[in-house]
Nanobody, 123 residues
Framework: VQLGESGGGLVQAGGSLRLSCAASGRSFSSFSVGWFRQAPGKEREFVAAIPLSGVVTYYASSVKGRFTSSRDGAKNTVYLQMNSLKSEDTAVYLC?????????????????WGQGTQVTVSS
């Protein structure tokens, strides 16, 4: 499956962006989907994940209450709505797909990765 992110850009602190992750080749319904981010000089970190069941969505503590991830099965797309953005949210955001429904906060769990989209938050 190929993943492609879009929706990144430059936004002022306090603003919002919605990222999209579109899948081609296979349906997203067969995968858990996660979002990670990587800032310059830092390790890639977990942001959010929707497990295969889709019953619960998991968030990193740093984004909980500000970010929301959701699926649109008809469009085979997963979204990351980011509100109340802070300068520390600046990073390349990547989506990933996993066959598993557990361990979704860990990078090795994922089987497929997108190329990422840049999000820059100015203070």
């Amino acid at each position: 499956v190929q993943l492609g992110e879009s929706g990144g850009g430059l936004v002022q602190a306090g603003g919002s962006l919605r990222l999209s992750c579109a899948a081609s080749g296979r349906s997203f319904s067969s995968f858990s989907v996660g979002w990670f981010r990587q800032a310059p000089g830092k390790e890639r970190e977990f942001v959010a994940a929707i497990p295969l069941s889709g019953v619960v969505t998991y968030y990193a503590s740093s984004v909980k209450g500000r970010f929301t991830s959701s699926r649109d099965g008809a469009k085979n797309t997963v979204y990351l709505q980011m509100n109340s953005l802070k300068s520390e949210d600046t990073a390349v955001y990547l989506c990933a797909a996993a066959r598993k429904s557990y361990g979704l906060e860990y990078r090795p769990t994922y089987d497929y990765w997108g190329q990422g989209t840049q999000v820059t938050v100015s203070s």
